[in-house]
């Protein structure tokens, strides 16, 4: 696999594939192993970060999840609302915290000529797509899981990674979500505040303490959000699902009365059948000041 993307990297980089380059700035924001580790809430972070500065975002994303079927819903897809069927579970986030353009297509340069023809944004974030060298890039930034590293260091299928760990030392940044080490930006994921999926009702960090809680996690890597409710004082019933899972109410249905504690992630598919029993973890992740303006000297 990895030998497949070097070559596939050298043909584009050699001008023998083409590359579609936008007219705005680019930045992706991925990774070189496959797992959570980050992203999403970086790159919501960075919109937010941009906004403020007074640049216009639009994001692209893969889509993962979202129908595939194209003949009534053809690519690339604007996220209009919360359908998570038709748009993914991590697009509807993104424009749920954003407020940004946010275009989805399993070929990301489409979403990307889209923003251009459809928006008026004067810069564009790739949610993921470091190894998707048809999309022309500005900048490239890294995210690595400060606890796991590059797992058991092989390849895919043998391990998790998509690229060697020489391909960091390309990139213009590499983020280090929850730890620090030489040579690489620290970003943590500050927890803020526990949301009722059902009512938007918010409720202070401390609100579960020493409670008994279900703790259910689709991600990549439930054990992270497992221990950062643990870290609140909360006793946690564990629940981990596959990554992108798509939620029932039969997966919620317990013996009891406790509370269900969630991602941001995972709760917008639970809307429907969300009680007032059911909250998701708001976290938001923290950027240095000087790794802001060392990026937007870079745009």
């Known amino acids: 696999y990895c030998v497949l993307v070097f070559l596939r990297r050298q043909l584009y ?17 991925g990774n070189i192993f496959i797992g959570v580790n980050g992203k999403t809430p970086l790159v919501i972070e960075l919109s937010r970060q941009l906004q403020a500065l ?19 819903n053809p690519f690339p897809r604007q996220v209009q609302d919360n359908n998570v069927l038709l748009y993914g579970d991590e ?7 954003t407020g940004c353009p946010v275009f989805i297509d399993p070929v990301r340069s489409r979403a990307v000529q889209a923003i251009e023809q459809k928006t008026d944004c004067n810069v564009i974030i790739s949610d993921d797509g470091l190894q998707h060298y048809a999309m022309g890039r500005q900048i490239e930034i890294a995210v690595v899981d400060g606890k796991r590293r590059f797992g058991n260091g092989f390849f895919l299928p043998s391990g998790p990674l998509r690229e060697s760990e020489s391909r960091l030392k390309t990139v213009d940044f590499v983020i280090n979500n929850g730890a620090e080490h030489v040579g690489e930006i620290t970003s943590t994921l500050k927890p803020l505040m526990f949301v009722n999926v059902a009512t938007n009702e918010e ?3 401390d609100f579960f303490n020493q409670k008994t809680c279900h703790a259910v996690a689709g991600i990549g890597y439930p054990q992270r959000f497992f221990d950062a409710l643990t870290q609140l004082g909360i006793k946690v019933e564990t629940h981990a699902f596959t990554d ?4 029932t109410q039969t997966d919620l249905a317990f013996d009891d009365r406790y509370p269900i504690l969630m991602t941001a992630k995972d709760c917008v598919k639970c809307r429907e059948f969300a009680t007032d029993q059911t909250w998701y973890l708001h976290v ?7 790794f802001l303006t060392e990026l937007t000297n870079k745009l």
């Open 13 to 29: 980089l050699s001008g023998l594939l083409s590359v579609y380059r936008s007219r705005s700035p680019l930045i992706v924001v």
């Open 54 to 72: 007074g640049y216009r975002p639009g994001i692209v994303s893969r889509g993962y999840g979202a129908q595939r079927d194209s003949s009534k």
């Open 91 to 97: 697009p509807v986030v993104i424009h749920q915290a």
């Open 203 to 205: 409720r202070p960090l």
């Open 244 to 247: 992108h899972h798509a939620f």
């Open 284 to 290: 938001e992740a923290e950027l240095s000041d000087d």
